[in-house]
């Protein structure tokens, strides 16, 4: 049975910090992972994402102030976010592409940056 499960998003003040995690289990060989977000009206962008072999790659937006990184023994990802912005706050969902082409999405965790 295939599961996708993040954790972490929370209310933070502006300037804070927060870490997300995403596990990942009954999937093989898991190619890439990935942190999405999709805020009110928008459609869902990609915020951050990591291959297998470490390769990573990130929004403009987040650059300098997102941290992705991948535990791959653990089949998880986490991302730290520090210096959030309102302009931050989103449902962030965890997808997970396995090297057959699978993708597979998580049910999303609320990150709300607000004073």
């Known amino acids: 049975q295939v599961q996708v499960v993040e954790s972490g998003g929370g209310l933070v003040q502006p300037g804070g910090s927060l870490r997300l995690s995403c596990a990942a289990s009954?999937?093989?060989?898991?190619?890439?992972m990935g942190w999405y977000r999709q805020a009110p009206g928008k459609q869902r962008e990609l915020v951050a994402g990591?291959?297998?072999?470490?390769?990573?790659n990130y929004a403009d937006s987040v650059k300098g102030r997102f941290a992705i990184s991948r535990d791959n023994a653990k089949n998880t990802v986490y991302l730290q976010m520090n210096s959030l912005k309102p302009e931050d706050t989103a449902i962030y969902y965890c997808?997970?592409?396995?090297?057959?082409?699978?993708?597979?999405w998580g049910q999303g965790t609320q990150v709300t940056v607000s004073s």
């Open positions: 990591i291959s297998s072999g470490g390769t990573t």
């Open positions: 997808g997970v592409a396995s090297l057959a082409g699978t993708g597979y």
């Open positions: 009954g999937i093989m060989l898991i190619k890439y």
